[in-house]
């Protein structure tokens, strides 16, 4: 699929004002570029991003961002974390009254509009993106969405294609050569395989979950807590399970915005302080511990990629790199478990001579007392990195949505 034969697609100038603008199934993030070439990201309330979540107040006005999430306590039933999840809804119930799934994600698109008008004085070209597996339907409702939050007519590009361009630009991929995008959200997986033809990008396979996200992981990580505060404080548990007026709904909020906190600080460092309303000592998560809980997530994120390969009839030594996308992507894991197999997982864990990616010695790392066995993430083998071996693994590179991204990348051994 060329970008220039998507539908709604348009031309952009480059002497002028553009926005490129990705609606994400938890957070919205948009990048300005001005007029002189420089890109800058959009703003909201001094951030890069705005969770996309959206709140119908009592008076008619969908709040959004942040001010959503602030008011959700106050009427759960009001309140939507995920309008991109309900695209193929005609309308979303919050509260009593039925609001249509176009002004749902209008809302956070005219958020966007508002800030670029205060930088640009108008609303300049945009581009907007959007899974690769959506169809016609869904296309439209989006472009549909942008036309009521007051944008000129979009220009609508596969989120795949977004990515291998922002890819090429620091590391061009010889013509043929083939991308593998893994975009890992907050509340999708996305995984396509991207090819370069020379003047145009075309997705040669796709795979993915639309159900696997971040937001599980977390969930995975408070139903690992969930254990511990069961056996010892029973009642903070239930009431943060079950919630029975607006401050115990504001406690669950807090816990879980914590949990999520703390798995994005075990990106940068191996413990994290998780702190429970109603308790006077934190928890404390490891890597470990994350690794562990995690390791059925990741594993069927990465057997996604593996089984897009498959169908393409592709091996990982043709791909030219693999680029990770999105926040989850930056969970601490192996990259080489990415294109693994399962056949190579158990021979590993049948060689003495392997041992797990982030050991630095032999000795074994103390596991958290309170853990229970956990199937882990499967390692990888101790191999030299001779030279050839690495020519023959793709690079991977991670790029966070609406951060800057680490920018590091790193050459894995194949199996």
């Given at each position: 699929m060329a970008p220039g034969d998507f539908p709604g697609a348009t031309s952009v100038s480059v002497d002028m004002w553009a926005v490129g603008i990705d609606l994400g199934t938890s957070n919205t993030v948009a990048i300005l570029r001005s007029p002189d070439g420089r890109t800058r990201p959009v703003l909201f309330d001094g951030q890069p991003v705005l969770p996309s979540a959206v709140y119908l107040d009592h008076d008619g006005?969908?709040?959004?961002?942040?001010?959503?999430?602030?008011?959700?306590?106050?009427?759960?039933?009001?309140?939507?974390?995920?309008?991109?999840?309900?695209?193929?809804?005609?309308?979303?119930?919050?509260?009593?009254?039925?609001?249509?799934?176009?002004?749902?994600?209008?809302?956070?698109?005219?958020?966007?509009?508002?800030?670029?008008?205060?930088?640009?004085?108008?609303?300049?070209?945009?581009?907007?993106?959007?899974?690769?597996?959506?169809?016609?339907?869904?296309?439209?409702?989006?472009?549909?969405?942008?036309?009521?939050?007051?944008?000129?007519?979009?220009?609508?590009?596969?989120?795949?294609?977004?990515?291998?361009?922002?890819?090429?630009?620091?590391?061009?991929?010889?013509?043929?050569?083939?991308?593998?995008?893994?975009?890992?959200?907050?509340?999708?997986?996305?995984v396509a395989l991207v090819r370069n033809d020379g003047a145009t990008f075309t997705v040669v396979g796709t795979g993915g979950a639309e159900d696997l996200g971040g937001l599980d992981i977390d969930a995975a990580v408070v139903a690992h807590l969930g254990h511990l505060l069961a056996a010892r404080h029973p009642e903070v548990w239930t009431q943060l399970i079950r919630p029975a007026d607006e401050l115990a709904r504001r406690h669950r909020k807090m816990f879980w915005d914590d949990v999520r906190a703390a798995k994005e600080t075990l990106s940068r460092a191996t413990t994290a302080p998780i702190p429970v309303p109603g308790v006077s000592a934190s928890l404390h998560l490891t890597r470990d511990e994350l690794d562990q809980v995690a390791a059925p997530l990741l594993n069927r994120a990465t057997g996604e990629l593996t089984a897009a390969l498959h169908r393409a009839r592709l091996t990982p030594d043709r791909l030219a790199g693999i680029f990770l996308v999105g926040g989850t992507s930056r969970v601490p894991w192996s990259p080489a478990s990415c294109t693994?197999?399962?056949?190579?997982?158990?021979?590993?864990?049948?060689?003495?001579?392997?041992?797990?990616?982030?050991?630095?010695?032999?000795?074994?790392?103390?596991?958290?007392?309170?853990?229970?066995?956990?199937?882990?993430?499967?390692?990888?083998?101790?191999?030299?990195?001779?030279?050839?071996?690495?020519?023959?693994?793709?690079?991977?590179?991670?790029?966070?949505?609406?951060?800057?991204?680490?920018?590091?990348?790193?050459?894995?051994?194949?199996?």
């Open positions: 006005t969908l709040r959004v961002g942040t001010d959503a999430q602030r008011m959700a306590p106050l009427d759960p039933a009001r309140f939507e974390p995920n309008p991109k999840r309900r695209i193929d809804e005609e309308s979303v119930l919050l509260g009593d009254r039925p609001v249509p799934i176009v002004d749902l994600l209008a809302a956070p698109l005219r958020e966007i509009a508002r800030s670029v008008t205060v930088t640009a004085g108008h609303l300049p070209p945009a581009v907007l993106t959007c899974p690769v597996a959506w169809g016609p339907i869904r296309r439209e409702r989006l472009q549909r969405a942008a036309a009521a939050a007051g944008w000129p007519a979009v220009r609508v590009l596969p989120e795949p294609i977004a990515a291998a361009r922002y890819f090429t630009l620091s590391r061009p991929i010889p013509p043929g050569g083939t991308l593998a995008i893994f975009d890992f959200g907050g509340g999708t997986l996305d693994r197999t399962p056949e190579s997982r158990r021979r590993s864990s049948n060689n003495r001579n392997y041992r797990s990616p982030k050991a630095p010695s032999p000795s074994p790392r103390k596991a958290s007392p309170h853990l229970a066995p956990h199937p882990r993430l499967a390692p990888f083998p101790r191999i030299r990195r001779r030279r050839a071996e690495r020519s023959r693994w793709p690079r991977i590179r991670h790029r966070s949505r609406g951060t800057s991204g680490c920018g590091r990348g790193c050459s894995a051994p194949p199996a």
